[in-house]
């Protein structure tokens, strides 16, 4: 296995620590990624519905970041950045670009989330592979799908980590 997978795979499990009810989810409950205690942090909010968790983040660079998951019986994160920008005429590169940039700030917050670099390594190694709006196999049962949501006068950045197609 690839030491760049085998690492996004404990990222993933890590953040999706067991909850009380771990007998009946197969990867115990979605648990915050981050949280106010951290340097780089001066905004959280992490609010839970049901299998579904929220997390709103504010960094000190002015980045905003919302973390959607859920973890029971599959893995999945969605990371939503807003670009405060109007990429509308930007080609798909420019995203790509874009999410190794983030997921590098994103490793810089602390020690714990050091190994986000991780993601951006396997966007930049699989560059040209990686098609906007499709999903990526990264390895068996870990999928990858970046995307985007463009305005008038901003956009969000989608990222998708999954364990089903």
Partial sequence: MNMNYFLLILVLSTMLSCGTESKKCRY????PIFGSAYEKVIEH????TGQL???NIVFENKMELEIQQSGCDSIRQVFQFRIPEDVNNE????FKEMVIQ??????LVSDKHFS???LGKVVSQHFNEIKLGKSFRMQENYYLKI????GKNDAILIVELSSSY
């Fill in 116 to 118: 986000l670099h991780h």
């Fill in 91 to 94: 080609k798909p590169e420019y």
């Fill in 28 to 31: 115990g409950h979605a648990e």
């Fill in 45 to 48: 909010r992490f609010t839970k």
């Fill in 53 to 55: 968790t929220f997390e």
């Fill in 147 to 150: 995307d985007r949501i463009a």
């Fill in 102 to 107: 983030f997921f590098g700030y994103l490793s």
